[in-house]
Every structure is written in C-alpha cells, then in structure tokens.
C-alpha cells in the first residue's frame, strides 16, 4: 500500500511560485497556502458576520489549504501561460483532475472520501469563490511586498490582480481591501501601534 501523500504535500515548500518573475524574496506554494487558508478564514468570516452569508468556515479553510497541492505533480503553470487561450486552460484543467487522482491513490483506503471531498470543492460555488478571493489576495499582497523591495517587475501583475478581485464583486474581497490591505504596506513598528 502507497501511503505517501503526506510525504508528497511535504514537498509544496520546494514548489516555487512566479515563475516568469525576477523576486526579491522566493515565495513557495506551502507558505502560499497558509496564507491562502489565513485569508479564506476571514473572507468567511466576513461573508457570515457582515454579509448574511453561511459560509462553511471548515470546509473553506481545508479547501484552501489544498488548494495548490495538485502542483506538487504539475508545478507551478504561470498565470500567462495557463489562461493564454481555453485550449490551454481545458487542457491543463485536465492535467490538474490527473494529478488529484494520482494523489488521492497514495491516501490510505480508509480516508480517501474525506480528501476527495476537500479537493472537489469547485462543486460548491460559494466556497471556491471564497478560495479564489483569498488565492488572488494572497498574490495581491505578494506584489505589493515586491513594490515595495523595489522591485518594479511585479507592477502590471499587482494592477491586474487588484482589476481582477474588484471584478469578482465579492464584499468580502472589497472589503479586505479597504480594511486590511493598507497594512500589507507598514514597516512593522507601523503595523504594531
């Protein structure tokens, strides 16, 4: 019996993410995902507090902490390259069901449901609009933290990520930004006053 999956999640810290970018500082696809799930966490939040939402925070959270895990099989497919044209987007949307399939085999017998409904999110409309939020927050906020170590390389990238979150017309989303986002750019000593 193969039980390697959690040796092979192991492996998202050697998975670099911007590929087709100069970084200042190298960002992986496990710390990537934590981030992602610290944010789905909040729009959540925010979806059944502020928006009369019943969001399942759970069920969120876990989705986004997976939520890159196929590309310990597929790397990391550049944003330009995977959404170039919808052949390339069909075609590596297959490539992704692949690599969970290949992943779901290596999780013991017992527990395979349980994974395999934490990777089918997408089925649940509301909870991958929130992961994806939180996903394009997650790189709003990595090319905000390259601005400001001078590195101009992400500026496009950060007013196409901002264009393309306003356009989710999430309150959630809009509403991170208004309220959270502008710490992303305090020094630490700002930030803890």
């Not at 550049?78 to 992704?96: C, S």
Request: charged fraction near 30%; proline fraction near 4%; aromatic fraction near 8%.
């Amino acid at each position: 019996m193969n039980n390697s999956f959690f040796a092979l999640v192991s492996r998202m810290k050697y998975i670099s993410r911007w590929g087709l970018m100069r970084n200042s500082r190298t960002e992986n696809i496990a710390e990537h995902s934590l981030e992602v799930a610290i944010i789905t966490h909040l729009l959540c939040e925010l979806r059944n507090r502020r928006f009369g939402g019943g969001a399942d925070v759970s069920k969120a959270v876990l989705a986004a902490l997976y939520h890159d895990v196929p590309e310990i099989i597929t790397g990391d497919l550049p944003t330009p390259v995977k959404y170039y044209d919808p052949g390339i987007k069909t075609a590596y949307k297959r490539v992704e069901e692949a690599a969970v399939e290949k992943l779901l085999s290596t999780v013991p017998e017992d527990l395979r449901s349980d994974y395999a409904e934490i990777f089918g999110v997408e089925s649940d409309h509301e909870t991958a609009r929130l992961v994806k939020a939180a996903d394009k927050l997650s790189a709003l906020i990595k090319c905000i933290e390259e601005r400001r170590s001078g590195n101009a390389d992400f500026a496009e990238a950060e007013r196409q990520t901002l264009e393309a979150i306003k356009n989710m017309h999430l309150p959630e989303a809009d509403a991170f930004i208004e309220e959270f986002l502008p710490s992303y750019g305090l020094t630490l000593d700002e930030q803890t006053r």
